[in-house]
């Protein structure tokens, strides 16, 4: 085995040769010449990937691997670790793209001679892609700037060498799907591999960012990110000239510097100028002078660490010195700083920097100057940290020549925009997984836009003209009135929601729908019971029905959207809570293998039951619902209607009897085996018997269930009309 050949764990094996990871375990207690560990731990070995595939070689199983899945497990196992591969790989990609000839030259030497003229190739090239190695600060002309260092260091000869095999590999893959594409997705697997390691900023948020610094329809030119990360956020601006950023982190400085590389002109005719440089922002600015169009920032959150003492006469504190608890609000100031007159800057914010005491005086200036234009809560799940819904700030540059309006937008998109219609019980079932970036965007942008034009073109214009005020969604607010002691700028403080019942004319459709509804369920009311034994039927199991061929179970949970029209899923709370589909189907991750998985759909007659929670509950698919994807957590049982009537498996299922048997438990969760629910046998007509009142009684349970959404929705709505005064006592 060579020295510093690549690693592959298991786990590895197993995705090369598309098996699981028994599979490989087998193969290793069953085959005496299968590759013996060559590091790793006892629990977790590794493989020598040579040694590897040549057994799976051997074996006939290596021969359907997908290209990009080899050339990954070569990154994942370089001996120097992943990312500094994935910096070789982009830079060869690199040249692969933008030198085709001098790549094919160089490859055709031996794997030594390829490292030691591919080191000079590179050095050419990236110098004269992100400048010398070393320099002097951007804006600093004077000589008063400090020196910088490029992003995207030269790998040597000697640190290219190991790299040489996954370099023509990666070429290879660049052949099939493009430089650009073939990075995108070695780099979306390591970032989905390492998820802790990386703070992401999801594609939809960049995008709606990038947005909100467009004049009309002119976009920026000119775009700084100070805190980078990996680059989504400059990555999402439409055909700007020039991108400045920078990272304190080299690794994360030199991936976003190819990534945008490999992004930009593909041509090499009008390539986009780019300067990225790795450092503390804060601390060590790499761009002193420099004022841009706009700034996109996604910075770190409550650092206590960002440089209060040494910066505290800093001149980027306009606004006031930030307290030492206020990171984000030197964030914002930085971002001003580096703004020419009438330019924006668009920065990702926790909450509480729109309401913490420390910061208020900051935030009553940036309101009086007009810098701060708009504040946008955006839903939980939006960025991480997942559990909390953050906010996005634009700002504005005075200037002399700048207009500015003594008022700030607030927007928010955190909560619904109609009321919920599961029940109390059922939790929400909001998050990232269900996050509509669409919908975001357009309630963002629909308030943003004619607000930005008014306040730049006609600014006595009234707010209510401009069609921007959406009781609870978003307001334009007179800056008089934040200015109070507490200049909270929370949109959920200054847009109450709207009353549950929407108002007199609506409390008395929701009254009039309601008594229809009670006329319903009393006529649904089943019969009394008659009074017997219980019955001895012979029984049978959902498992042997579908060992029979009598009924098909599938989960859901697989399959990922394609891009092509959207396909609502059934969640697990649609089928406690009796609701239409709300749920969407996921993107293919980045670097996802072959093309996408296709989701299971419900078709009418189907029964599907959730897996987890032990509570019973089945749901007979209707025309209405036919056609939805299968969500996660859920089975579907398809019965043959020759077979099994939909509402007697569906009633039978049901039984609390039934599912105490059919449930196992595992720490605090119970888990529904499907399997073993059993049922009586049955002819068919004593079935459909039994089918009609399962059928009637599904009917009285949404009826109650529609009583009490309806009830407390009038309810709420007395409350709110009463208190602020559009429902009078009389």
Not at 78 to 97: E, F, I, S
Not at 126 to 152: C, K
Not at 459 to 467: I, S, Y
Request: net charge negative; glycine share 10%.
């Amino acid at each position: 085995m060579p020295e510093n050949s690549t690693e592959v764990t298991a786990a590895g094996i197993a995705r090369l040769a598309g098996v699981g990871r028994a599979a490989v375990s087998n193969w290793r207690r069953r085959h005496a010449d299968f590759p013996k560990p060559v590091g790793g731990t006892e629990t977790s070995p590794s493989f020598a990937l040579p040694e590897v595939e040549q057994w799976l070689r051997d074996q006939g199983k290596l021969a359907e691997v997908p290209l990009r899945e080899r050339v990954w497990q070569q990154l994942a196992g370089h001996p120097a670790g992943a990312v500094p591969a994935l910096v070789h790989t982009g830079c060869a990609l690199l040249l692969v793209r933008d030198r085709p000839t001098a790549w094919l030259e160089i490859t055709a030497a031996s794997d030594a001679r390829m490292a030691k003229v591919l080191h000079l190739a590179l050095n050419s090239l990236l110098t004269a892609r992100f400048g010398p190695a070393t320099g002097e600060a951007e804006g600093s002309d004077d000589g008063g700037g400090t020196g910088y260092e490029r992003a995207v260091h030269t790998p040597t000869a000697d640190e290219l060498l190991p790299s040489v095999p996954l370099l023509r590999a990666a070429a290879e893959l660049a052949a099939e799907t493009g430089a650009r594409q073939a990075f995108e997705f070695l780099l979306g697997r390591q970032l989905a591999a390492n998820p802790r390691q990386f703070t992401l900023t999801p594609p939809g948020l960049a995008e709606l960012m990038a947005a909100l610094v467009r004049t009309g329809d002119r976009p920026a030119r000119t775009v700084l990110d100070p805190a980078t990360g990996t680059g989504a956020l400059l990555r999402a601006v439409s055909s700007p000239t020039a991108l400045y950023a920078q990272d304190a982190d080299p690794d994360l400085a030199a991936l976003s510097a190819l990534r945008l590389a490999l992004h930009s002109d593909t041509d090499g005719s009008n390539p986009t100028a780019l300067a990225v440089r790795t450092g503390d922002t804060l601390r060590a600015d790499a761009f002193p002078r420099l004022t841009v169009d706009a700034v996109l920032c996604h910075p770190p959150f409550n650092e206590r660490n960002w440089g209060h003492d040494e910066l505290a006469y800093d001149p980027r504190w306009e606004y006031g010195l930030p307290a030492r608890t206020e990171s984000e609000l030197a964030w914002v100031q930085h971002a001003l700083a580096h703004l020419r007159e009438g330019g924006t800057a668009v920065l990702l914010m926790p909450p509480a920097a729109a309401s913490r005491r420390s910061g208020r005086r900051i935030r009553a200036d940036l309101l009086r100057r007009g810098a701060l234009r708009a504040v946008v809560a955006l839903p939980a799940g939006a960025a991480p940290p997942y559990g909390i819904p953050l906010h996005l700030w634009v700002l504005r540059k005075p200037g002399a020549g700048v207009r500015t309006s003594p008022e700030l937008l607030l927007v928010d998109t955190a909560e619904p925009a109609e009321p919920s219609t599961a029940p109390a019980s059922v939790p929400a079932s909001g998050g990232r997984d269900r996050l509509d970036w669409q919908a975001v965007r357009s309630v963002v942008l629909d308030a943003w836009e004619p607000f930005d034009g008014r306040t730049r073109s006609e600014p006595d214009v009234p707010a209510e003209a401009a069609g921007r005020e959406r009781p609870g969604v978003s307001r334009v607010v007179p800056v008089i009135e934040l200015l109070d002691d507490d200049v909270d700028l929370a949109p959920a403080r200054h847009l109450p929601s709207p009353a549950a019942g929407g108002g007199p004319g609506e409390l008395t459709r929701v009254r009039d729908r309601l008594t229809e509804t009670l006329r319903l369920t009393a006529t649904l009311t089943p019969p009394p019971a008659d009074v017997s034994g219980p019955a001895h039927w012979p029984l049978t199991t959902v498992g042997e029905l579908a060992r029979a061929g009598a009924l098909h179970l599938r989960t859901g949970g697989s399959g990922t959207g394609t891009g092509t029209a959207p396909v609502p899923v059934l969640t697990e709370h649609d089928v406690l809570g009796s609701t239409a589909p709300s749920g969407t189907l996921p993107t293919a991750p980045a670097g996802s293998d072959g093309p996408p998985e296709e989701p299971v759909l419900v078709e009418p007659g189907d029964v599907v039951v959730p897996v987890l929670g032990g509570g019973s509950v089945a749901r007979v698919i209707d025309e209405a619902t036919a056609g939805a994807a299968l969500g996660r957590n859920l089975q579907l049982l398809r019965p043959d209607p020759a077979a099994v009537d939909p509402w007697f498996l569906a009633g039978f299922l049901r039984g609390t009897a039934n599912n105490r048997q059919a449930s196992s438990y595992a720490s605090t969760a119970t888990r529904l085996d499907a399997r073993r629910l059993q049922l009586p046998r049955l002819p068919m007509a004593e079935q459909q018997r039994y089918g009609e009142r399962f059928r009637a009684l599904a009917a009285f349970e949404d009826a109650l269930r529609l009583t009490g959404r309806l009830g407390g929705q009038l309810v709420q709505g007395m409350y709110d009309g009463l208190t602020d005064g559009t429902v009078t006592p009389e």
